[in-house]
């Protein structure tokens, strides 16, 4: 068994190859993090001088005075593919956004311990994935996490295709805080148009 470790390792060209080889097989790692909320969580091991070199979170976790020993950490605020994800790019290792679940949960795992680069890979994922008909749902979402780079494509999107955006069914179930930010974007349709889209949605959900 060792003797195969070691071939393993021998195999590796670089030290970020051997220390993700050991990552993946538990070996010489020292902290340990159980992700996910109660029922359904992960185990990942991982290696402190990894995580602290690439994560300002992560270094003030290990390094913070006073100093904590502790080797496990109970993460229940971040998804663990949001969490892997994080893991991954620390580690060097190719992330691979398949949906937009994916890229919402890895940015906020990302913007968590700030790893600026995912961050920006996942914003640039999502923005790829805006439409005149995905817009208004990722807006909210964006919105609440403060991509600024997704509101920023979601805006322009809403504003050349104002005149399908406000009269599309999506437009009615957006909540008041969005729709007042739409309502202050330089939309390209008449005012008739934005005047009935807003008096459409007050008879759905009732006065703000």
């Given at each position: 068994m060792k003797e195969d470790i070691w071939r393993r390792r021998g195999n590796c060209w670089t030290i970020g190859e051997r220390f993700e080889l050991d990552r993946?097989?538990?070996?010489?790692?020292?902290?340990?993090?159980?992700?996910?909320k109660d029922g359904s969580t992960s185990?990942?091991?991982?290696?402190?001088?990894?995580?602290?070199?690439?994560?300002?979170?992560?270094?003030?976790?290990?390094?913070?005075?006073?100093r904590d020993d502790t080797n496990l950490f109970r993460i229940p605020d971040?998804?663990?593919?949001?969490?892997?994800?994080?893991?991954?790019?620390?580690?060097?290792?190719?992330?691979?956004?398949s949906d937009l679940k994916n890229a919402f949960e890895t940015y906020v795992a990302a913007n968590k311990y700030e790893v600026a680069r995912l961050m920006m890979q996942a914003e640039l994922y999502v923005s790829r994935e805006v439409t005149r008909d995905t817009a208004l749902k990722i807006l909210v979402i964006a919105a609440k996490l403060k991509m600024r780079n997704v509101i920023k494509r979601?805006?322009?999107?809403?504003?050349?295709?104002?005149?399908?955006?406000?009269?599309?069914?999506?437009?009615?179930?957006?909540?008041?805080?969005?729709?007042?930010?739409?309502?202050?974007?330089?939309?390209?349709?008449?005012?008739?148009?934005?005047?009935?889209?807003?008096?459409?949605?007050?008879?759905?959900?009732?006065?703000?």
């Open positions: 993946q097989m538990g070996l010489l790692t020292d902290v340990v993090f159980v992700v996910g185990n990942f091991k991982a290696h402190k001088v990894i995580l602290a070199s690439g994560s300002p979170v992560f270094e003030k976790m290990f390094c913070g005075t006073p971040v998804t663990s593919m949001g969490f892997k994800s994080v893991l991954d790019s620390l580690y060097d290792q190719e992330v691979s956004l979601c805006t322009s999107v809403i504003e050349d295709n104002a005149d399908y955006i406000l009269a599309s069914d999506n437009f009615i179930t957006m909540p008041w805080k969005i729709v007042k930010r739409i309502m202050k974007m330089k939309l390209k349709a008449s005012q008739m148009q934005v005047l009935y889209a807003a008096a459409r949605w007050r008879n759905i959900n009732g006065t703000c």
